[in-house]
């Protein structure tokens, strides 16, 4: 195969993954664009293989199947609701991938100061995304605690662990390639320290970034060995995911600085805090009159000719998207309008709750972003939050010196009338309490959401 060749082949390639990343933009295309991307991926290695020569590698063929054999069953038998961290665990074997791919240059040692340089530096990104990876798919998976640890002096362990790493890269350009060895285990331990301090309410915001890192790390390792098209998709997964991570810091009122240096993490019983959410708890409940009862919320379903529903983390641990769709074709079925109010960060990575949506076939229409929704609370005539909490709380407004202040959040305390179906009264991950919870309109269904949901469902005709 000659080189302009192969140069187009890996640009039809490219151009093929960048049509299915703006597909999956859009719930209507997202099937489309992800077959898209994945069978772009599977030209892209069977092009490499060609390219190369690669053909008579038993091994080679051995570990395709086995990967092609786990990936299936692993695809088949993970349920939705274990989704985010198998996304974290994937970042991390994609950082994996492209460190060994730049531990394999090093280990060749016939290449030049640039080649050796983007080997030591995809060999650390690789590294610190494969371990901070896992640390986040534990924390996902409350293998670990999710709540955030911050060693004494960690940001100087931070800054130390980067210098030392910098400087073992140096000596490996100049010196021996063993000094990769000492690039590769600062890098895994700098992963660890790098994640741990992230709390679980921020880790959307951290797997994307990971996501970033590994398409980085891919397309530096692709540098390395002198291979365009691992440079391109590369830098295409580390652009799209570093522009989805800035775009859920905004969401949040957040910088990404202030997220991994644990500055949003700081405890939620400040002076100021608790005096503000003392606050927020009592307006919340002002001038309500009696407490509604359940009877009061089966006859508002009933007459209901608008309703929000909020879904949030809690809906998917209960899988209960599929009742949340029943209850709201019946209300739709009982001339009510329905929307559902998407909050950026609800769940565990981004496009948490659309996704479940989509699931149970919710159009993508009725599916609300959150400045768009936010207006309509107040003339709606009853919210039901579906197991979210910190991305509903009002004390986001008020509570100064907590996680969550200056987050925007769902307006849901102003709707008339709410129906709060969570676990219990706990604060969310970020440890804040939720004024909601004591509002004289609002009816909380302790418990199972799927349980509670469906009491709802069965007050409504039909």
């Known amino acids: 195969m000659s080189q302009t ?34 069978l772009a991926v599977l030209a892209a290695m069977v092009l490499t293989l060609v390219r190369y020569g690669v053909y008579s590698s038993a091994a080679l063929y051995a570990s395709l199947a086995l990967g092609l054999v786990v990936g299936v069953v692993y695809a088949r038998r993970t349920e939705m609701i274990a989704m985010p961290q198998v996304v974290a665990l994937l970042n991390g074997l994609g950082g994996a991938a492209s460190a060994l791919v730049a531990g394999a240059s090093v280990i060749n040692g016939t290449h030049g100061v640039f080649e050796n340089a983007t080997s030591g530096i995809a060999l650390a990104i690789g590294a610190l995304t494969l371990t901070g990876s896992l640390i986040a798919a534990g924390k996902l998976a409350r293998v670990i605690d999710s709540k955030p640890k911050v060693l004494p002096a960690h940001g100087l362990i931070t800054v130390l662990l980067t210098v030392l790493t910098a400087a073992a890269i140096v000596l490996q350009v100049l010196g021996s390639g063993l000094w990769a060895v000492a690039v590769a285990v600062l890098a895994l331990v700098g992963g660890v320290i790098f994640v741990m301090r992230v709390g679980g ?71 100021s805090g608790a005096g503000a959410m003392a606050a927020a708890a009592a307006s919340s409940g002002a001038a ?29 641990l209960s899988q ?51 400045d768009d929704i936010n207006p309509e609370f107040a003339s709606c005539d009853i919210a039901v939050v579906v197991g979210a909490n910190d991305v509903t709380n009002p004390a986001a407004n008020t509570a100064e010196g907590t996680p969550i202040y200056g987050m925007p959040v769902l307006r849901v305390a102003e709707a008339p009338v709410t129906v709060i179906c969570n676990f219990d009264t706990k604060p969310g991950y970020a440890g804040v309490p939720n004024p909601m919870y004591s509002a004289n309109n609002a009816l909380l269904l302790l418990g199972d959401a799927k349980v509670s949901v469906a009491k709802l469902s069965a007050c409504i005709p039909g």
């Open 5 to 38: 060749l192969y140069l187009a082949l890996c640009g039809v390639c490219t151009v093929a993954v960048l049509i299915g990343i703006n597909c999956m933009s859009k719930v209507k295309s997202a099937v489309f664009g992800n077959a898209l991307s994945a």
């Open 201 to 271: 309410a921020d880790m959307p915001i951290t797997i994307s970034l990971l996501n970033s890192l590994s398409g980085v790390a891919g397309g530096i390792a692709g540098m390395a060995v002198n291979e365009p098209l691992l440079v391109a998709v590369g830098g295409i997964v580390g652009a799209s995911g570093l522009i989805l991570t800035q775009d859920m810091c905004k969401a949040m009122n957040r910088s990404l600085g202030a997220i991994l240096t644990g500055k949003t993490t700081v405890a939620a019983g400040t002076a």
């Open 288 to 316: 309500q009159g009696k407490k509604v009862s359940f009877d009061d919320i089966a006859a508002k379903l009933r007459s209901a000719k608008k309703v929000i529903i909020v879904p949030g983390y809690g809906m998917a």
């Open 320 to 370: 209960a998207q599929k009742e949340v769709a029943d209850f709201a074709a019946k209300l739709e079925k009982n001339g009510a309008e329905v929307k559902f109010a998407i909050h950026p960060v609800a769940g565990r990575m981004p496009g948490h709750m659309s996704v479940l949506l989509a699931e149970v076939d919710i159009p993508y229409e009725k599916l609300c972003m959150m």
